[in-house]
């Protein structure tokens, strides 16, 4: 089991940035793979970006890439969402989700590949 807690959310007018970060208990994360995804009022929930348990591999929605950079810290079991430039069409609530795997390069950006999910954190961008 691993158990996956999201901070950093809130209220951010548009042009601004926030960091989420996603600290991880259980399971050993560094074996994990981990992803953010996010769902904003009356749509599906959409991947947003993915990364592997090396941290090597990235991988990033048309959407966000060049705005949103993920990362990890191994050491603290914690993965993290630097999102920049924020605007309206960002607002949504948004998850980690973590895959444990043997491979240390791959990385997975359907939701249905990952096992273990936080309870998500609330990002709102005031136009």
């Known amino acids: 089991q691993v158990q996956l807690v999201e901070s950093g959310g809130g209220l951010v007018q548009a042009g601004g940035s926030l960091r989420l970060s996603c600290a991880a208990s259980g399971r050993t994360f560094s074996n994990c793979a981990m992803g953010w995804f996010r769902q904003a009022p009356g749509k599906e929930r959409e991947f947003v970006a993915a990364?592997?348990?090396?941290?090597?591999?990235?991988y990033y929605a048309d959407s966000v890439k060049g705005r949103f950079t993920v990362s990890r810290d191994n050491a603290k079991n914690t993965v993290y969402l630097q999102m920049n430039s924020l605007n309206a069409e960002d607002t949504a609530v948004y998850y980690c989700?973590?895959?444990?795997?043997?491979?240390?390069?791959?990385?997975?950006?359907?939701?249905?590949?990952?096992?273990?999910w936080g309870q998500g954190t609330q990002v709102t961008v005031s136009s």
């Open positions: 989700a973590a895959r444990p795997t043997s491979l240390a390069g791959k990385y997975f950006h359907a939701s249905g590949d990952y096992n273990y």
């Open positions: 990364i592997s348990w090396s941290g090597v591999s990235t």
